[in-house]
């Protein structure tokens, strides 16, 4: 007779063990606080991040250093072997367009100057998809300094992402977005980008802002 109520008071733990588990996990994930900016092609926001070092927010970069800055970068989409021995024969594609620069870079400016410590800035860049009334063309990523460096990192560079309620198994809520995808990134001149401290790839910013034009490569000045 006690036989079962053990087991139900051992399954009880376990599911409120892997329940707690979960809320944990979750809670570790960035969050927004706050809407920098949104419109039909551009929406910037502050996302909390939980587990890195403060950033060194907020900071100030104009639109033009911002623009500077986002156009030195270049891009591969990760990939496992042996396909990446073919993706590594194409060179890397420039992450943002001008038109894309002249859109976001002011937005990610005012970001820069919202932001407080714990936070980075994210934006998605918007444009209509290959099925305009089902989904959309999206670059997004997010930004932050941490002095000396800048980082960037990319979740979609033009992946079509769902717009609207179309998901088969629960019509009351809209699909949900693609996982972010993996990008392998680069920048130019190439003395400027590598590991900071902790071993993350970064932009020494202030060096390159300070850069004579005349010691950057030919495409730059």
Request: hydrophobic content about 35%.
């Amino acid at each position: 007779m006690h036989q079962p109520s053990r087991v139900f008071r051992l399954g009880f733990v376990m599911t409120g063990m892997a329940v707690i588990g979960l809320s944990v996990s979750c809670a570790r994930l960035p969050y927004t606080t706050k809407v920098v900016h949104e419109d039909a092609r551009v929406v910037v926001t502050l996302q909390q991040e939980l587990d890195r070092p403060a950033f060194s927010h907020p900071a100030q970069l104009s639109r033009a250093e911002l623009t500077s800055i986002l156009e030195g970068f270049s891009f591969r989409p990760e990939q496992r072997m042996p396909l990446r021995w073919f993706a590594e024969e194409n060179p890397p594609k420039p992450v943002f367009r001008q038109d894309e620069l002249e859109a976001l870079t002011g937005r990610l400016s005012d970001g820069l100057q919202a932001a407080g410590p714990g936070e980075r800035v994210h934006f998605e860049l918007r444009a209509p998809g290959m099925n305009p009334s089902a989904r959309r063309d999206v670059v997004g990523g997010w930004i932050a300094v941490r002095e000396p460096y800048f980082y960037l990192t990319l979740e979609y560079v033009h992946v079509q992402v769902p717009t609207h309620k179309s998901d088969p198994y629960d019509y009351n809520y809209p699909t949900p977005p693609p996982p972010p995808a993996g990008y392998l990134l680069y920048f130019e001149p190439g003395r400027f980008w590598g590991p900071d401290r902790q071993g993350v790839s970064a932009l020494e910013y202030r060096e390159f802002l300070k850069a004579p034009k005349s010691a950057l490569s030919p495409e730059r000045r």
